[in-house]
């Protein structure tokens, strides 16, 4: 399979507690955004690099919220002192060069479903 | 980014057509107009996108009227496994993110 990867698939944990999520992007997609979806709603951007340069964050990104991707390739989301309000499903989705192709398509993972007790 | 406005939810029948139209009317010059599904789970998944008229692939096809201030999202023929909750996006086409609404749920019944 060869598409858009997050580890792991599911996380409980206790708030107060730090989690961090990975996700792996399809090969040579430069663009990796993160977003958040609550049950019912819809995604809600977070974050974007383009290769390892942050380019874009949310003010849903508080300060206890940090996205890396080091060498432009996959990306970790971390979340210190987790709060109940932090449980929620993370998506990662990754496009490619918009050169590649007319507009810009992103291609989603499957998700972190995070559960903080 | 322009705002879209799509019906809560709708439901249908197999074997049906299926129109699901959003409003944007804040689009802007260079906004193309973007659909995704999503199942209960799973991330979105890219359906269809245009920027003006018409456009058809294998999956559905996207009418744009001259205005651009609205779209529909045309799907021939739902089956039971269309059910889903489906996305209009309206956004530059380098548009470093996309901006959801909380889409229309589409039920398909027997």
């Known amino acids: 399979d060869t598409g858009v990867s997050q580890n792991p698939r599911h996380k409980i944990t206790k708030r107060g507690q730090n989690v961090t999520f990975r996700c792996d992007p399809i090969?040579?997609?430069?663009?990796l955004y993160w977003y958040r979806q609550t049950l019912g709603q819809g995604p809600e951007f977070l974050t974007y690099f383009q290769n390892e340069a942050q380019l874009e964050k949310s003010r849903l990104l508080s300060d206890r919220f940090s996205a890396e991707r080091p060498k432009g390739s996959f990306s970790t989301l971390e979340i210190q002192r987790t709060e109940q309000g932090d449980s929620a499903m993370y998506l990662c989705?990754?496009?490619?060069?918009?050169?590649?192709?007319?507009?810009?398509?992103?291609?989603f993972g499957p998700g972190t479903r995070l559960l903080v007790l | 980014l322009a705002k879209t406005t799509q019906p809560i939810s709708m439901d249908s029948y197999e074997g049906q057509e299926v129109n699901i139209t959003c409003s944007h009317n804040n689009i802007a010059t260079n906004d193309y107009i973007t659909w995704y599904q999503q199942f209960p789970s799973q991330g979105p998944r890219f359906i269809i996108q245009g920027y003006k008229t018409k456009v058809t692939n294998e999956v559905a096809s996207l009418f744009i009227p001259a205005d651009r201030k609205s779209s529909t999202l045309s799907l021939p023929r739902v089956s039971l496994s269309d059910t889903a909750v489906y996305y209009c996006?309206?956004?530059?086409?380098?548009?470093?993110?996309?901006?959801f609404g909380d889409g229309t749920t589409l039920t398909v019944k027997p």
């Open positions: 996006l309206v956004g530059d086409r380098d548009a470093g993110k996309s901006t």
């Open positions: 090969s040579e997609h430069n663009r």
């Open positions: 989705a990754s496009s490619p060069p918009i050169f590649q192709g007319l507009r810009e398509t992103q291609y």
